[in-house]
């Protein structure tokens, strides 16, 4: 199985903030990679796909990038409706592996 | 706008067979685009995928589950459903069914799970 590793666990962070939260895969995935976002109590919703094409409807202040290992997902400008918790997947092999999540707190 | 809906059980006792049924509305299940994911969230943790099927039925189940799992299909009903076998308390968890789409563009073959619902709590307890 490919091992998917975030960084970091948490953060704190006010509005307006640019955020950055980092994905490692152990294995190359070339740009395979995708990033939701949770809400406490709410199913994940599909935030990029594909390292870097942001799935429609999703805010441009979210943007992706990385192939092979390493991947980011950035928020430009922190909003109040962005404080949540954020996972990367790979969809390069089976099965699908999930990172173990970033919570993005309010300072 | 096409909708998932699980349904199955809140409780299931030790040792038994976990039950979930997710109905597709206002869309086809029978599309060749589509894959029929099972993803589940232990309270307070991370995302795990259990499985998928097609619409024909053909079906990959992660090595980590596969012992307990059966994932089906019923077009005619538009739904599909899970089956885990021999459950224990780790099992409790919010279980959610998802569309995983198999996107082509650019030269690159995407898949990612573009639509979700919302997720039943299954609790494994005597």
């Known amino acids: 199985d490919i091992q998917m590793t975030q960084s970091p666990s948490s953060l704190s962070a006010s509005v307006g903030d640019r955020v950055t939260i980092t994905c490692r895969a152990s294995h190359s995935i070339s740009k395979y990679l995708d990033w939701y976002q949770q809400k406490p109590g709410r199913a994940p919703n599909l935030l990029i796909y594909?390292?870097?094409s942001l799935q429609s409807g999703v805010p441009s202040r979210f943007s992706g990038s990385g192939s092979g290992t390493a991947f980011t997902l950035t928020i430009s400008r922190l909003q109040p409706e962005d404080f949540a918790t954020y996972y990367c997947q790979q969809s390069y092999s089976t099965p699908w592996t999930f990172g173990q999540g970033t919570k993005v707190e309010i300072k | 706008q096409v909708q998932l809906e699980e349904s199955g059980p809140g409780l299931v006792k030790p040792s038994q067979t976990l039950s979930l049924t997710c109905f597709v509305s206002g869309g086809s299940i029978s599309s060749g685009d589509y894959y029929w994911s099972w993803i589940r969230q232990p309270p307070g943790k991370g995302l795990e995928w259990i499985g998928y099927?097609?619409?024909?039925?053909?079906?990959y189940y992660n090595p980590s589950l596969k012992s307990r799992v059966t994932i089906s299909v019923d077009t005619s009903k538009k739904q599909f459903s899970l089956k885990l076998s021999s459950v224990t308390a780790a099992d409790t968890a919010v279980y959610y069914c998802a569309r995983d789409l198999d996107y082509y563009t650019g030269g690159y073959y995407y898949r990612y799970f573009d639509l979700w619902g919302r997720g039943t709590l299954v609790t494994v307890s005597s």
């Open positions: 594909g390292a870097s």
């Open positions: 099927i097609s619409y024909s039925g053909s079906t």
